[in-house]
């Protein structure tokens, strides 16, 4: 089986532990073994377990608590997995044949979209799009994209929710239009719901409930998530599927082909961090690390003045920001990483065309000397041409723009 490169995750793996500043994390700064254990025995709790092989879905402990972050889910409705990837691979994988059609949310990490790509017969794009609603921007669903996307054949719909890259959080009307697109088909909806737990507050604003989840809202629902972004623990690799119990059971006989069991330490450690009070424990650290780093990038994002066109994230420790510079959005990204040591996301990795992710999560005061080292790059741009020509589309867009593709090069 043939499948798209999948780039977002390549050149990451190729140079984030190269440049001298990594603004390419999507996460928030990761928490100590000893802040999650940190009941009267620690992590000395850990020296005499036994490293056997966990059970197959997960523990029945940790199977419970993740149930419990989405209210009514019991045991049968959870499957553990290695990361929020594995849950999507094995949805994905098990889900799709090549009969199948798929409607994928772009932008999006396109982790999804290569999937769709390589198991089903036909991948279509539908659309967030930057609105004015109220007198504020937003990200929002495109339901005219979405009503095109969905035939007779699609056997699901995928929405990242809240988004990657842009932080949006779909709003009431737009949930229901995807379960009503959804019902029409017969589709599942695959909801990625890893940045969930992870809700922007200003200070002086009090936290709410996390962001609306699909689960429970129309009985063809999978959500795939992990601790890996709003809780802070990605290096335990430690992700789920909660679906119904029948399709579940049939996704753990994909899974038996692939890792067979999440690790035993990680899920001895996600039963700690996913226990009701240190869940929320961990999300109000997330939700803290992003209301105490946001101003500080978004006063680097205003002294640009209309370079940038910027709608604030809804949720997660990432800001994605469309800028107005004669040089696409991955050309950017090579030359930032080559002549200044500095690792962003561009656009182009997310189907986007001239945008650039930037993680705020982790030491705000290294980002923002990374960002110095992005302004370098910007008066150079600016410098060597002032004024702009109405870019050509190139061959290969025409291409893309044919076969209705996202945008992931440019
Ligand atoms: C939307 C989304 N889903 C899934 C993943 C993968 O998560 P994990 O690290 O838990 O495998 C990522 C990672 O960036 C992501 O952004």
Redesign the pocket.
Known sequence: MRIDLFRM?RTQSLYENEVEFNLSE??VLPMQIQEILDGPEGPSSLHSLRLKYPPAAGSNLLRERIGLFYGDARLENVLVT???????YVCLWGLLDKSDHAAIMIP??L??WGLARAYAGRARPFRLVERHEEGRARWALDVDSLERAVTRKTRLILV?HP??PTGAVLNEEEMDAVVRVARRSGAFIVS?E??RGAEVYRPGERPGPPSPTFWGRYDRVLI??????AFGL?GL???WIVGPAKTVSKLCSYHDYLTLTPTYLSNRLAEAAMEPVKREAILARTRDIIRRNLPRLEEWIRSHGDLFDYIPPVAGAIATIRYDLPIGSVALFDRLRRERSVLITPGGHFGIGKYIRIGYGYDIELTLRGLARVDETIAALRRASPARRAPRRSAAAARRARRGLPRATA
């Open positions: 995750e999507s996460g290695n990361g929020g990837s594995e849950a999507n999006n990490y982790q999804t990242t988004n990657n990625d890893v940045y795939t998530a992990g601790v890996s972004k990605p690799r430690t992700g």
